[in-house]
């Protein structure tokens, strides 16, 4: 009964179409060109380097992309274990008509080639929106992203500000800022025009949110703005600064975001918890990891300061789930957001999202996001998180609580798509 159960919902919320809050597309290339761009992935290219195919037989100008293709190729049996192949098996028999079990070296070039064929119609972008069942996707935009070319109401900006938080020191990113806004920041008062700046041109091209990815030895306080210009003033001149220095340039560029989110109604994504360059040797984007001294506890004077704005928080590990329902049960500002990264297998999408539905107001959650850098992605992404949403009510509610069926639909409807609305304000 359960399973039968399960199907249908699951079924239903097949049919939901969908806005996804979080994403790393292109909009000016948002769709694949050949299968070197779905297995140029991140997830794959670092898998395959770790299941003992060289770094060097996977980057390099002079690869191709279908001899890259070709060498991943290579590695796919010992990785057809992982749900990252499943979806590349998925997207494959979706979008392609591919029918094998598997994608071997004896049938790759084939794939390959009615793969290039098939992305290379010109209305391909719009196939795969309409087949994934996506009406908007949320963008990652550098700060200094003109925002252009590109139709605002289905690719939604959203403002990236890592590099003002933590690389203010470059006098690359000041440049960048400068010509940006046509301000210098040379103190806090210029700093913080700049950035209010920023907000305004990416509230009138329709941004929803901003957004950063925090180290897990951050932890922001107000810095009074005196003392942030003296440390703004020696940036400037190409000083080095103290650790304690750079600490608190990055608290006081952190704040004053956190002040425009408020001023300009914008919900603050923060994704808490990553290490950069851990494996230094490693392929691009294979080289970053979490470790466990996070913990939200460190954001508790932000968040005590600034009750108007939302906060839908990812976690990078399991681990920090139960922390982050604790912290989304107690403060109202606080949205437990997606499966981030290391947490984005099905294992561990299950227990927080069961822990998640049985601890958090249901309008405080938004179930999944893609993550994604190219379109395609989305469908085997959403559908896995569907059929494990979809076990959940099932079990959960509809056997264990006595909920109806429709009471369960609702109820993932909510958190796969309503309160994406209400939080973002779509």
Request: aromatic share 12%.
């Amino acid at each position: 009964m359960t399973a039968t159960l399960s199907a249908t919902l699951f079924q239903e919320l097949e049919n939901l179409v969908l806005i996804d809050p979080h994403s790393h597309i292109n909009p000016l290339s948002a769709a694949s060109k050949n299968l070197a761009d779905l297995m140029g992935y991140h997830y794959y290219t670092e898998l395959a380097h770790s299941a003992g195919l060289p770094k060097d037989q996977i980057e390099g100008p002079e690869i191709t992309p279908k001899e890259k293709v070709g060498r991943l190729v290579e590695k796919l049996a010992d990785l057809d274990n992982t749900i990252q192949v499943s979806w590349l098996l998925e997207m494959c028999r979706e979008f392609f008509g591919f029918a094998d079990d598997r994608i071997t070296k004896d049938n790759w070039e084939s794939l390959y080639d009615s793969a290039e064929q098939k992305m290379s119609q010109p209305d391909w972008e719009q196939q795969v929106l309409k087949h994934s069942k996506l009406e908007k996707v949320f963008l990652t935009n550098d700060f200094d992203d003109p925002l252009e070319g590109f139709d605002t109401g289905v690719y939604i900006p959203c403002l990236r500000t890592d590099d003002l938080v933590f690389h203010f020191l470059k006098k690359a990113v000041r440049d960048r800022l400068h010509k940006a806004t046509g301000i210098e920041a040379i103190d806090a008062g210029t700093l913080r025009t700049a950035i209010g700046k920023l907000f305004q041109h990416f509230v009138a091209k329709g941004a929803r949110a901003c957004a950063i990815s925090l180290p897990p030895t951050f932890s922001p306080v107000k810095v009074d703005p005196g003392a942030a210009s003296t440390i703004i003033k020696h940036a400037v001149k190409g000083q080095r600064l103290t650790n304690s220095e750079q600490d608190m340039l990055s608290s006081f560029v952190f704040w004053t975001l956190t002040e425009y989110c408020a001023e300009f109604k914008l919900p603050f994504d923060l994704m808490i918890g990553v290490n950069r360059r851990v494996y230094e040797a490693g392929v691009y984007q294979g080289q970053d990891l979490y470790d466990t001294r996070v913990s939200l506890i460190q954001y508790k004077e932000v968040l005590n300061a600034f009750p108007q704005v939302t906060f839908p928080i990812s976690v990078l590990t399991h681990m920090s789930n139960q922390e982050l329902v604790s912290y989304s049960w107690i403060f109202p500002n606080i949205v437990a957001n997606g499966h981030w990264w290391y947490s984005n297998t099905p294992t561990y999408i299950e227990l927080d999202t069961r822990s998640r539905l049985e601890a958090v107001p249901r309008n405080k959650q938004i179930g999944y996001y893609s993550d994604m850098y190219k379109l395609e992605f989305a469908l085997p992404k959403f559908r896995m998180y569907r059929r494990i949403l979809a076990r959940v009510l099932a079990e959960d509610f509809v056997q264990r609580r006595g909920w109806s069926e429709d009471q369960a639909l609702a109820l993932g409807k909510q958190v796969l798509r309503g309160n994406v609305e209400t939080i973002f304000h779509i």
